[in-house]
């Protein structure tokens, strides 16, 4: 089993940033597409950024592109999502997420398998 914890949330202003991070264990993220989805009060789950590894091609929601980027440290089996010039509307809880590599878009839950617990990211106007 792969567990996937996330660090990093917390209360900005608009315009600030925040780094957040997600370490697996249980396996190495080795040939897994990530992603980071996320969650707004009152609203549905929706994808913000992904990474594939057979690839390296990342994709990005609209709504973040240009503001955030997703990285990922082998070495450390750990992922990243680099957050910038926050906005108000950003205020989400975060998820990554992580699936061995396939065709599956991964702009869709059922590309990954495994999932972190989330962490709160608050930005304040």
């Known amino acids: 089993q792969v567990q996937l914890v996330e660090s990093g949330g917390g209360l900005v202003q608009a315009g600030g940033s925040l780094r957040l991070s997600c370490v697996a264990s249980?396996?190495?993220?080795?040939?897994?597409?990530i992603g980071w989805f996320r969650q707004p009060p009152g609203k549905e789950r929706t994808f913000a950024a992904a990474?594939?590894?057979?690839?390296?091609?990342?994709s990005y929601a609209d709504s973040v592109k240009g503001r955030f980027t997703i990285s990922r440290d082998v070495a450390k089996n750990t992922i990243y999502l680099q957050m910038d010039n926050l906005k108000p509307e950003d205020t989400a809880i975060y998820y990554c997420?992580?699936?061995?590599?396939?065709?599956?878009?991964?702009?869709?839950?059922?590309?990954?398998?495994?999932w972190g617990q989330g962490t709160q990211v608050t930005v304040s106007s």
């Open positions: 249980g396996r190495t993220l080795r040939m897994h597409d």
């Open positions: 990474l594939r590894w057979n690839t390296g091609a990342s």
């Open positions: 997420a992580a699936g061995p590599m396939s065709t599956i878009s991964t702009l869709t839950t059922r590309a990954y398998s495994y």
